[in-house]
């Protein structure tokens, strides 16, 4: 190895560790709608992608929901998961409840009935549907999003994820 060759190695490895510390020092980055209020949501074999993510208060954004899975899923938004014969069935509160929302393409929300008592957006197979809304700040907080309804789906094991509502108040 000739002297240039060592200086060579040597920067490089030196560049690699530089760029592995700095990797592992950066938090992770925690997603949220850009500029424009859109945030895309890629649900792929029973997950959301991301699955954790933030939306601002008093603002209107566009949740973009691309089913790559083959079937329907049935995605709500709440918090407190009921439970019976130990298995997750609904939420204890909706979120729809506070929302004025709407969806691309129109009629994407299925109402409220006994069986399943959350407003749902129902996402077809290999569909995109857009879900439109502004969260007001009386819903600041985290909220769960999830499915409990489509084939082989199973709320503590696949498809939740979680929304985090913050406050247009704090700066
Ligand atoms: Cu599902």
């Known amino acids: 190895m000739t002297v240039q ?3 060579l190695t040597g920067v490089l490895l030196l560049a690699v560790v530089i760029a592995t510390l700095v990797h592992l020092l950066t938090p992770d980055a925690v997603d949220e709608p850009g500029r424009d ?19 601002p208060a008093e603002e209107p954004v566009s949740l973009v929901f691309v089913n790559t899975d083959d079937h329907n899923h049935g995605v709500t938004l709440g918090r407190g998961v009921v439970e019976e014969g130990g298995r997750p069935v609904r939420f204890e509160e909706c979120m729809f409840q506070h929302l ?3 969806t691309v393409p ?28 502004t969260a007001p700040e009386q819903t600041v907080g985290t909220w769960r ?10 709320y503590r ?15």
């Not at 999003?145 to 199973?154: H, Q, V």
């Open 5 to 7: 060759a060592r200086v």
């Open 37 to 55: 209020g859109v945030l895309e949501l890629v649900i792929e074999n029973y997950r959301f992608e991301p699955a954790s993510f933030r939306i």
């Open 100 to 102: 004025d929302a709407t």
């Open 106 to 133: 129109q009629g994407a929300l299925i109402a409220p009935s006994e069986a399943v008592p959350c407003t749902t957006l129902s996402i077809g197979p290999n569909q995109t549907v857009t879900l439109e809304f």
């Open 145 to 154: 999003l999830g499915c409990f309804t489509g084939p082989g789906c199973d």
């Open 157 to 171: 094991v696949a498809l939740s994820g979680e929304m985090t509502v913050t406050s247009a108040e704090t700066p």
